[in-house]
Structures are given as structure tokens and as C-alpha cells.
């Protein structure tokens, strides 16, 4: 054992002599390197996401009644779906519009109010639980024709079932556009949800064909989240069902320039999915924005309401990966630190039984860059350097000058 000692003692005196050998400049290129790995982990773990369970959430859109509104206004498989969704125990459910018929099952406040309390409880099954329900107003919560002006009525009953337990943060741009508890904005862990009403601007000659734009951006930039959606009720680009040609923006040139920035700010803005309803089927597609991002668009149209077409004839430009409109359900996300994974539940109704559709979609966030973290390196070692060479010039030339 003393003969081990000694050798180890030998051993370690022989690592001394080993770096007591190296010269001065030596040991400050080590300690430059060795700062430079801790800088760089530092900014490993600045610049990751936080980390987060696995967390869900569910989208659903197209509760409503059927055409004729003669039942209640309310979907009657609503309550099944809710049932399902329940089971999931998503942290949140989001709802892209068309809860009721509206107008089509009522002409009153009254009327109106009734609905949407058939429509509440009918989705007891998740709010019995707490959990926070988020929906944005459809054509029929304002009134069931693009082609008329909105039905003051029907959006006051709204405001009191809905509006007033939303987020307040919505535009207010003075009397007659004040969107708080229509539009809103909030933050659930990871994920950013900006909610946009698409009837507030009715235009005699054409209908609903705009938002605030300016609005939609500043949320988006606002936040830091790395997953962002936005939620509205009518597609910017039809994915199937073009017999019923509906675009939200409209097709003239104006209307398609108001889609494009509309893409791009969701694309340049880190939104990649967009969850709207009114077609009444269950679609996804995706398409690029005019910078090369590439946005999903979820179409979860297949909430209750009556099916529509659902054959595929997508807009040019727009790749239709999944549709489904023959069964009602829902959509939920699944999200962890780095990616969301959207699966579809299916509910068919002859046999009264759920799957899951076999397709699902998967956003993955980037990868954080090392190049950054690389090319810091000359700078945080070249830096020291650099210094070191014009300290030696001063000396150079403090030394000739000395002799002259």
C-alpha cells in the first residue's frame, strides 16, 4: 500500500511538473478554451426551451344544429363528443365557431341565450372538470348569411354567455370595434393562442372579408412561446368541398393580397397552424407562405353539425394531407417541449364507437443552432488575442521609441 502511495504521489508530481512545464501563454489559451465551453453551455441553457410535461389540448369546431333549426340549435352529438373529449383531460378546449344555429333556431335575445345554455350543458362532461373552454364567434353567432349585417341580438347574447369570462386584450379601436371578449390573446404553458373574430367589418357589397390585421401581428410578435396558433372561424384557402367556395379574404386582388399577409405574418411569426371550421368536414393541409414557411391549416368542421362535401379539391398551392367527412369528433394536441402531435378522434355513428384516424400531424420546433454557439468562438478566443498582438506593438513601438 506505501508503495502504491509513492507511486501515486510520483504520479501526481509528475502532472505537476506537466503543467508547470507549459508556458504562461499555454495555460491562457486553456483557460480562454475552457471559457469559452462554459460560455457556450451557458448559451445552451439560455437559448432552450423550458422544459414541460406532456401537456393537451382539444380543438373543435361546428357544434351547431341542423340546417332546417328546428331542435334546439345545439348539435345532438355534442354531448357524446364532450363525453370523449372529457376522457382525454385536455387542459384547455378551444372552439373555432358556429356553437349554435343562431338565427336559424331563434329570432330573440332570448332565444339565443337558450342555445348557447343547451350548448354549456351539453359540454358539461368538461366543464364539470375545470377545464377552460375558448371559442371564437362562427357565422352563426353573428348572423348565419355572410350577405347581412350583423344581428345585434344574437352577438349581445354571446358577449354575456362568452365574452365576459374571455381575455379582455382584444382591439379596441373606439365605438362600434371594440373586440374585447371576441378577439383575444393568452399564453398556456408553451403554446400561444390568438383568437381572431372575423365579423366585426361588414361591407354592404361583400360581406365579412376582414380583420385586424395590424392586431393579429402584434400578438404574435409579442409572444415568446415557442408554439403559436391562431383561431378563426372560416379558412383562408379551401382544402376540400369547392363546390361551396368559401374564402374567408375573398378571390379579387385585394382579397388575396389580405391572405397573403395574412400567411406571412402567421409564418414569419413562428404560427405554424391556423384552426378554423365552417366547412363541415375534418380536413388538414398545409401550404407556404411567400417566404417559404410552411403553415397547417386544421379544418375541425366535423364538431355535429351536417356534413358537407369533403371530396378533395384543394387551392392551387395547398397540399391536402387528411380529410374526413363522415365522422364527428375532435382534434387533440399533444404537446411537449419540442414538438406537437395532433391526434384525430373519430366517432362513427351507426355503431356508436371512437378510433383514432391512422393519420396525424407532428409540428417539430428546430433544432437550436450550434453554429452561432461556433462561430462565437473565434471571437471569444480571437478577441484575448488580438489584444495580446496590439499590446505587443505598443511595446514594440514604446521601445523604439525609447532609443530614438
Known sequence: MLDAALRGKSKGDGMLRLFSNQTGEDMRVKSRFVAFMSFAASLAVLFSPPAYGDWSFAMIGDTRGNDAGSDSGVSPYLNTIAQRMATMNPTMVLVSGDLCSGDLAGSTYADFTNEFNTWKTAMTPISSLGIPVYPVRGNHENEFMDAL????????????????????????????????????????????VVAVDQYFYFNPSSGY?????????????????????????EPVFMATGQDLGEHFFGTDAAGLQARSDFWNALGTNGAPLYVAGHVHNLSVSSAQDDFGNTGYQLTSGNGGAPFDNASINADPGVNVHYANGTNFGFALATVTTNTMTINYHLYNTASETWSVASYQTVIVLPEPSTFALIALGPVILGAPILGRRVRRRREVRVSLGAQL
Open 209 to 233: 372579408h376582414s380583420i385586424d390585421q395590424n392586431w393579429v401581428t402584434e400578438q404574435l410578435q409579442l409572444s415568446s412561446s415557442p408554439f403559436k396558433v391562431v383561431m378563426a372561424h
Open 149 to 192: 349585417p350583423p344581428n345585434t341580438d344574437l352577438k349581445q347574447a354571446y358577449y354575456d354567455t362568452f365574452g365576459v369570462n374571455l381575455p379582455t386584450n382584444g382591439p379596441n379601436n373606439g365605438p362600434g370595434d371594440d373586440q374585447r371578449g371576441f378577439s383575444y390573446s393568452f399564453t398556456v404553458n408553451n403554446v400561444t
